[in-house]
């Protein structure tokens, strides 16, 4: 009835709204049922302190933990005008990003890319050493074609700065991290009035007993079926639904990252850069790669984009089992990145759907 189109950026985004309502939603659902205002104020407090510490050093920290280091304007690792690059790009007209951001190196053989910062004024862009090799061997000598791909990358860091992504992931982790304390909370207030109920029962059979009453004795008594339901609801159950939530969101701010090429003309570069993530690297454990862990959900590409593939290829397979495809779709929703075949496909699309629009425009200047 209704043939409504909107922008992929727009769809990405009315999905990021929504994940943060859904994080707000069970915020309050849980919230509702505490007691104990105060404490549930201070602990959820020291969370809102604690993140608000780490987003405010996000660059420092995570250039640390990433051993990254910041290379000077006219340095140029592997061949390629780094500091240019980001330079001339965040010019673009759909970039616009008034503030240069730091442009860093992180010596490691894993191909992959990060941004990070605060707020567009206080950003960093980190590279490594082994996706500019990869994309130097790939253009095979090609410097031209390596420059479109690593410019690419670039685009999609440049989409994470200019989206606020930092900002709103870590707005994320506050609510996920309020959910977990409201949802622990609530699970010992409930353990705490159980034991008061059972001591003043105690008490009142204890005096009535001195009174010289008839006492009888009650033998109601949580079953243990109903504490291991509580206990796995309000530890685990609830705060991992939470966390799944995040990571849904991380994953549609990756979408929203990728539209900045194609905005900027170059989805075409997009989806041949994703290729280059694409390939299997060489096993590398070294320092910064270890670290990548911890920073996995602010990398350009999943740390095992073969394994997210792989689910990804199986759950459309017409043949898998209703138990597989529940398992691989619980494997999936735990993945920080949509799997790369389906970024391609998306930047190409859009890639074919603006061919007329620069077709037109090429015409137009000649």
Same mark, same amino acid.
Not at 58 to 78: F, G, N, Q, T, V
Not at 305 to 319: V, Y
């Given at each position: 009835?209704?043939?409504?189109?909107?922008?992929?950026?727009?769809?990405?985004?009315?999905?990021?709204?929504?994940?943060? =309502?859904?994080?707000?939603?069970?915020?309050?659902?849980?919230?509702?049922?505490?007691?104990?205002?105060?404490?549930?104020?201070?602990?959820?407090?020291?969370?809102?302190?604690?993140?608000?510490?780490?987003?405010?050093?996000?660059?420092?920290?995570?250039?640390?933990? %990433?051993?990254? /280091?910041?290379?000077?304007?006219?340095? /140029? +690792?592997?061949?390629?005008?780094?500091?240019?690059?980001?330079?001339?790009?965040?010019?673009?007209?759909?970039?616009?990003?008034?503030?240069? +951001?730091?442009?860093?190196?992180?010596?490691?053989?894993?191909?992959?890319?990060?941004?990070?910062?605060?707020?567009? !004024?206080?950003?960093?862009?980190?590279?490594?050493?082994?996706?500019?090799?990869?994309?130097?061997?790939?253009? /095979?000598?090609?410097?031209?074609?390596?420059?479109?791909?690593?410019?690419?990358?670039?685009?999609?860091?440049? !989409?994470?700065?200019?989206?606020?992504?930092?900002?709103?992931? &870590?707005?994320?982790?506050?609510?996920?991290?309020?959910? $977990?304390? @409201?949802?622990?909370?609530?699970?010992?207030? $409930?353990?705490?009035?159980?034991?008061?109920?059972?001591?003043?029962?105690?008490?009142?059979?204890?005096?009535?007993?001195?009174?010289?009453?008839?006492?009888?004795?009650?033998?109601?008594?949580?079953?243990? @079926?109903?504490?291991?339901?509580?206990?796995?609801?309000?530890?685990?159950?609830?705060?991992?639904?939470?966390?799944?939530?995040? *990571?849904?969101?991380?994953?549609?701010?990756?979408?929203?990252?990728?539209? %900045?090429?194609?905005?900027?003309?170059?989805?075409?570069? %997009?989806?041949? =850069?994703?290729? *280059? @993530? $694409? /390939?299997?690297?060489?096993?590398?454990?070294?320092?910064? &790669?270890?670290?990548?862990?911890?920073?996995?959900? %602010?990398?350009?590409?999943?740390?095992? +984009?073969?394994?997210?593939?792989?689910?990804?290829?199986?759950?459309?397979?017409?043949?898998? !089992?209703?138990?597989?495809?529940?398992?691989?779709?619980?494997?999936?929703?735990?993945?920080?990145?949509?799997?790369?075949?389906?970024?391609?496909?998306?930047?190409?699309?859009?890639?074919?759907?603006?061919?007329?629009?620069?077709?037109?425009?090429?015409?137009?200047?000649?």
């Amino acid at each position: 009835m209704f043939n409504i189109k909107i922008s992929p950026t727009a769809e990405t985004n009315i999905k990021s709204a929504l994940t943060l =309502a859904a994080l707000m939603t069970m915020i309050g659902t849980i919230g509702s049922f505490v007691a104990g205002t105060s404490g549930i104020l201070i602990s959820t407090g020291i969370t809102f302190g604690i993140a608000a510490l780490s987003m405010w050093y996000a660059r420092e920290l995570s250039l640390w933990l %990433m051993s990254a /280091k910041e290379i000077a304007p006219d340095a /140029k +690792p592997e061949g390629f005008d780094l500091h240019n690059m980001v330079d001339k790009l965040r010019k673009l007209e759909h970039v616009n990003l008034p503030v240069m +951001p730091k442009v860093c190196i992180i010596e490691s053989k894993t191909k992959n890319a990060f941004a990070t910062g605060r707020h567009q !004024g206080h950003t960093a862009i980190a590279i490594t050493t082994g996706l500019l090799q990869e994309a130097k061997n790939h253009a /095979k000598g090609n410097m031209a074609d390596a420059n479109r791909w690593i410019e690419a990358i670039l685009l999609h860091e440049l !989409g994470h700065i200019v989206n606020r992504d930092i900002a709103t992931k &870590t707005a994320a982790s506050i609510m996920v991290s309020s959910v $977990r304390l @409201l949802s622990e909370s609530l699970y010992e207030q $409930r353990l705490k009035q159980r034991q008061e109920q059972a001591n003043q029962k105690s008490k009142e059979n204890a005096k009535a007993k001195k009174e010289g009453k008839e006492v009888k004795e009650s033998n109601e008594s949580p079953s243990v @079926l109903r504490n291991i339901a509580e206990y796995l609801l309000f530890n685990w159950v609830i705060p991992y639904t939470g966390t799944l939530v995040s *990571l849904c969101l991380s994953r549609t701010r990756e979408f929203a990252a990728d539209d %900045m090429a194609a905005k900027c003309g170059r989805a075409k570069d %997009m989806a041949q =850069a994703f290729e *280059l @993530l $694409r /390939k299997p690297c060489e096993k590398d454990h070294d320092h910064a &790669t270890k670290r990548m862990e911890t920073l996995s959900a %602010m990398m350009c590409a999943s740390l095992n +984009p073969e394994a997210d593939q792989q689910i990804a290829n199986q759950l459309k397979d017409p043949q898998v !089992g209703t138990f597989k495809s529940m398992y691989l779709s619980v494997q999936k929703a735990f993945s920080t990145h949509p799997a790369l075949d389906d970024r391609i496909e998306r930047m190409l699309q859009q890639a074919k759907e603006s061919a007329p629009a620069k077709k037109a425009r090429a015409s137009a200047r000649a």
